[in-house]
């Protein structure tokens, strides 16, 4: 049996890291909190010609959407957390992910609220979270979603284990599969 995934979806600053880790604390099964910004982490610290760094986080990206779907695979529940700020992105984890098995999770936050808490972190280039803002919930659809400046982190993760109890078929990646993209294909089609 493949391992169920918590995909939580919402710009930097959103709150999803802070979710992810109550997700741990509060869902009975085991659960492998898997966030992009650990395969970035990973990479040597050596400088990337700019010329470069567009082809290596591609690559990242597409080596972590992999990972995932192993992890999946051999039956490991997992949280991911993650940006899906270009459209690839959702297509490709739409091509990998068992669709039946995803839950995936809207994590939403006011862009003034994602404004402050980017300064405060300070740890990330500024404006990040206002460029991914109108990209990363363009596709509109999920399975649960969450205000983190309205709810707590533990809020949000109690929301969601709760819904696991009752997730809904079809799932949110299982619509998302059949939405033809601007070429006329089906969203998963290869």
Same mark, same amino acid.
């Given at each position: 049996m493949p391992g169920r995934i918590i995909f939580l979806n919402g710009t930097s600053s959103s709150g999803k890291s802070s979710i992810a880790r109550e997700l741990l @604390? $509060?869902?009975?099964?085991?659960?492998f909190h898997?966030? $992009?910004?650990? *395969?970035h982490a990973m990479r040597s610290r050596r400088e +990337?010609?700019?010329?470069?760094?567009? !082809? $290596?986080?591609?690559?990242?990206?597409r080596g972590f959407h992999r990972a995932v779907a192993g992890m999946a695979?051999? !039956?490991?529940?997992v949280v991911v957390d993650h940006v899906l700020s270009e459209e690839w992105r959702l297509r490709d984890c739409l091509e990998l992910f068992p669709a039946r098995d995803v839950v995936l999770v809207g994590v939403r936050c006011p862009l003034?609220?994602?404004r402050r808490r980017e300064e405060a972190r300070g740890d990330r280039p500024a404006g990040l979270a206002a460029r991914q803002f109108e990209q990363v919930h363009s596709h509109g659809v999920y399975? +649960?979603?969450?205000?983190?400046?309205?709810?707590?982190?533990?809020?949000c993760a109690g929301r969601i284990s709760a819904f696991l109890t009752r997730q809904p078929s079809p799932?949110? *990646?299982? @619509?998302? @599969?059949?939405?033809? @993209?601007?070429?006329?294909?089906?969203? !998963?089609?290869r």
């Open positions: @604390r $509060v869902l009975d099964e085991p659960y898997m966030p $992009v910004d650990s *395969f +990337i010609p700019a010329d470069d760094l567009p !082809g $290596v986080l591609h690559r990242t990206w695979a051999a !039956g490991n529940n003034p609220e994602l399975d +649960i979603e969450c205000d983190t400046a309205a709810n707590s982190a533990a809020d799932t949110a *990646f299982e @619509r998302l @599969r059949g939405t033809p @993209r601007p070429d006329g294909v089906p969203a !998963g089609a």
